[in-house]
């Protein structure tokens, strides 16, 4: 339990369910994304696992297609994410974990007589608002469709359903859980309340020799061994048409016909008109209304009359005859219309009571003529007949994709200007180009490419706010790739002084570490360190403040708390600039009692969460009883294929 608020503390949301919930199969699946539902199957796997769970496998293809569906996923929110860097981040091991975690379940389920019926599935899929129809019922080909793009089968989407359900009937009765007693949040509280204080120094790498230059040997060596510092991950040449209002313009010019009769059947819009501003009060029965009349035709401001017999005026601003009958009756539109200015009418029957009004203003609107109104009715119609034209275009493309035209066919059909851009990264820079920036015009088009495999149909992607749009398809996909050494000589030098000064920086750290933790204080190791470094600083923290931020932290306070007094610990440098020294002088325990504010938020937090620290425990029980073999070999070369390390590898 100290693991688990440790993990609160740190400001982690807790334990990860790692196992996929019907919930999140049905929200994919109904934004036509039914690639969470790749993985764990059973049936058909060879040898070639990676883990194996019970009497059930996921193979090394299994995994890769999971994290195809991970990238995909993550490029949502995103788009320029890579492979390696997903795994760097644990995507990996959480995607191998929910595949391990959903057999796991499904198996110990089953072993205790559970069964998920075929109906009870039949429902699930019938219930998701992606596959149905027009009629709001559960279309079959739209979910033949769907499996289709997904490159997915019917078993492999109801195995997945069948096991989120038996994960489902398994965890809910614990997922629930909200209690927490008092008492046991105090310590907790305490914790967050705990002081310490110590000296922070630090021994840059820019303070070191990197000696004599590299040797050919030692450059060849490095470059081998980093060789994924070196190489170009994967690129994509993209081909696009973009088709936006500008282009549509002279097609869609309005005539002087059309003009005209948009003219004629508007004649109201532009005849002349008299408009004034109205204040009025409504009340809900004659006498009141004729009392409230009769005291402003005596002398009293409308508006105080009004509240003093409890009434609020009203103030219509512009009104036409037309516009104020609409909304009150032909006779108070008569009345007031008919009066002059500063005049008050009433009582006169109104749509919801009895109507008192004075006249405000009174503006005489001149009409104007075909030739005036010209230019008014050219602008809408002409942003009535782009938004047309550009729909037009659009369901011709979409019809055309939908009968499987190839990219250049749909754009020669709809005479578009197909163009392909230079293979780039994911961030739509051209590595080849790496000053030139990435065309933030071609951003939507970029990120739509790399969420594409080979063989996918061109798509229609919306571009800005306007009603343009880009038709985009998969050009060459370049996978990652190692530069020649004879473009990164320069930097391999680089890197290679720089490892040495970073390797010289933790020798000398090291040694200063030894005499303080023998004793000798961090300002006087420093100073005789034989090198010109910065002096100690003093820190200071509460670890509740770690918890508020701990990606902001600094990580020789995050050390800090992971020390016991009179103790000195090191670490490396953020950015790798040199190492740390972090000295705990002393620590302050916190206590909680006397602050029933904080006593009860720390109940409150760890009440949300302590059902899914349930789940997490029967899942590793679970997974202990029926057992799960990983072959570290097969996960290690997935891995490294798909981070890059290979270079036949994309990502």
């Avoid at 030692?218 to 048409?241: F, K």
């Avoid at 508006?303 to 103030?315: C, F, N, Q, T, V």
């Avoid at 037309?322 to 008050?344: E, I, L, M, N, Q």
């Avoid at 620290?613 to 997935?638: I, M, P, S, W």
Wanted: net charge positive; charged share 20%; aromatic share 4%.
């Amino acid at each position: 339990m100290l693991s688990f608020f440790r993990r609160i503390i740190n400001s982690k949301a807790g334990v990860i369910v790692t196992f996929v919930v019907l919930g999140v199969i049905a929200i994919a699946f109904a934004a036509g994304d039914v690639t969470g539902l790749r993985g764990g199957t059973s049936g058909g796997l060879t040898g070639n696992y990676v883990v194996k769970v019970g009497g059930e496998k996921v193979s090394v293809a299994d995994l890769e297609s999971r994290m195809q569906s991970e990238l995909q996923d993550a490029r949502q929110q995103q788009p320029t994410i890579t492979m390696a860097d997903l795994i760097a981040q644990g995507g990996m091991q959480a995607a191998l974990d929910r595949s391990v975690n959903s057999l796991a379940l499904d198996e110990f389920g089953h072993d205790q007589g559970m069964i998920v019926s075929k109906r009870a599935v039949d429902g699930q899929i019938a219930s998701i608002p992606g596959l149905r129809g027009p009629n709001g019922q559960f279309d079959p080909a739209i979910y033949q469709q769907l499996l289709q793009q997904r490159r997915l089968t019917d078993a492999q989407v109801r195995s997945d359903i069948a096991r989120g359900l038996m994960a489902q009937q398994l965890i809910l009765p614990t997922q629930g859980a909200t209690q927490f007693p008092q008492k046991v949040a105090l310590p907790y509280a305490s914790l967050l309340l705990e002081k310490r204080d110590g000296r922070s120094g630090f021994i840059p790498a820019q303070a070191m020799d990197t000696g004599a230059a590299p040797s050919d040997a030692e450059i060849q060596a490095a470059y081998r061994r980093g060789i994924a510092r070196y190489t170009v991950p994967q690129r994509r040449t993209v081909r696009y048409a973009i088709v936006t209002p500008d282009q549509v313009k002279a097609r869609v010019a309005p005539t002087d016909q059309e003009i005209a009769q948009v003219y004629n059947e508007q004649k109201v819009r532009y005849a002349a008109v008299q408009k004034r501003d109205i204040t009025q009060v409504v009340v809900l029965d004659q006498a009141g209304a004729n009392a409230l009349a009769a005291k402003v035709k005596g002398g009293a401001a409308l508006a105080d009359a009004a509240r003093a017999a409890g009434l609020e005026p009203s103030i219509q601003k512009a009104m036409t005859k037309d516009a104020y009958r609409a909304a009150t009756s032909a006779a108070a539109a008569d009345a007031v219309f008919g009066a002059a200015k500063g005049a008050v009418i009433g009582p006169v029957r109104g749509a919801l009571g009895w109507i008192v009004a004075r006249v405000d203003t009174i503006a005489d609107v001149p009409g104007k003529t075909l030739e005036q109104a010209r230019p008014e009715i050219v602008a809408e119609l002409t942003k009535q007949k782009q938004e047309q034209a550009l729909r037009q275009i659009h369901d011709a493309l979409d019809d055309s994709l939908a009968r499987n035209t190839t990219f250049d066919e749909a754009v020669a059909d709809q005479k578009l200007t197909g163009q392909q851009t230079q293979p780039l990264l994911t961030s739509g820079i051209n590595p080849d180009a790496p000053g030139t920036p990435a065309d933030p015009k071609l951003a939507p088009i970029v990120a739509a490419a790399f969420q594409m495999q080979e063989g996918d149909a061109a798509q229609l992607v919306p571009l800005g706010q306007d009603g343009g749009f880009a038709l985009v398809a998969l050009g060459r996909i370049t996978p990652a790739t190692p530069r020649p050494l004879a473009q990164v000589r320069d930097a391999v030098v680089a890197d290679i002084r720089a490892d040495r000064a970073r390797a010289a920086a933790r020798t000398l750290a090291a040694q200063v570490l030894a005499k303080v933790n023998k004793g000798m204080p961090l300002a006087q190791a420093l100073a005789g360190a034989g090198r010109a470094l910065p002096p100690p600083q003093a820190i200071s923290a509460v670890r509740g403040q770690l918890a508020a931020n701990p990606r902001g932290a600094q990580p020789g306070l995050v050390l800090m708390f992971s020390m016991v007094p009179g103790s000195a610990k090191m670490l490396e440098a953020p950015n790798k600039s040199g190492w740390l020294i972090v000295d705990l002088d002393r620590v302050t325990p916190g206590d909680a009692r006397g602050n029933a504010q904080l006593v009860t938020g720390t109940r409150q937090d760890l009440a949300r969460i302590v059902g899914r620290e349930y789940v997490d425990q029967f899942a590793r029980a679970v997974r202990n009883q029926v057992g799960v073999k990983t072959d570290t070999g097969a996960l290690a070369r997935v891995r490294a294929e798909l981070s890059g390390a290979n270079p036949a590898a994309g990502n």
